[in-house]
């Protein structure tokens, strides 16, 4: 059977993209899917110049100043295009309208900072901080049609005792984040095949 093509769709730093592009090119991830491409809707996104460096196609699409629909035409040529079985959600920061999510029923995949049954939407490592949690779980889930509510495939707790800032939670939780992404989907892509 063919390898899982997957889209990563990214908005900023990318770390996860990095980290799932380093797992392709060096551990087991890399026997069930290749990277397609990675396509960003910021110009300016910095995890485009690092997918460039691991020879990884990348396109930009812009998303600002165009209507979803607009947005989400171009964004599906490019998926037909590159020929893409999975869509990755690193770090993306657009909601993807019914739409699209019907023609990729359960082959968008999202990695969010938190147990999404007890925190969905954007800061989770803030609500981590604020709650003064000793524990969070980053959830690799199912993208459906509402905010961080599909279906969980893989779940990571990370210890927060002692993290006495912001900054240290993040730097934890990141960490886990980049294992447990590839973790999810070599699991998700082996099942498949
Ligand atoms: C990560 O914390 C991820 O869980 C969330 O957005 C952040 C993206 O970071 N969805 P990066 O761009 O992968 O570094």
């Not at 599906?76 to 999510?101: H, T």
Request: charged share 20%; aromatic share 8%; with cysteine.
């Amino acid at each position: 059977m063919n390898k899982v093509r997957i889209a990563i769709l990214i908005s900023g730093r990318g770390s996860n993209m990095q980290a799932i592009l380093q797992n392709i090119q060096q551990n087991e991830l890399g026997n069930y899917c290749e990277a397609a491409l990675v396509l960003a809707n910021v110009e300016s996104a910095p995890g485009l110049i690092t997918a460039e460096s691991f020879g990884v196609p990348t396109v930009t699409v812009p998303s600002k100043g165009k209507t979803r629909q607009q947005f989400e035409q171009e964004l599906m040529q490019y998926l037909a295009a590159g020929k893409v079985d999975y869509i990755v959600l690193a770090g993306f920061n657009r909601i993807l309208s019914p739409c699209i999510i019907a023609a990729y029923k359960n082959r968008i995949v999202n990695i969010h900072p938190a147990d999404t049954r007890a925190y969905q939407g954007l800061h989770g490592y803030q609500w981590a901080f604020d709650n003064k949690l000793q524990q969070t779980k980053i959830t690799v889930h199912f993208v459906d049609e509402g905010v961080d509510t599909g279906e969980i495939i893989m779940q990571c707790p990370v210890d927060l005792t002692n993290a006495v800032t912001l900054e240290d939670i993040v730097q934890r939780g990141l960490a886990a984040e980049h294992i447990v992404y590839s973790q999810a989907l070599t699991h998700l892509f082996k099942e498949r095949m």
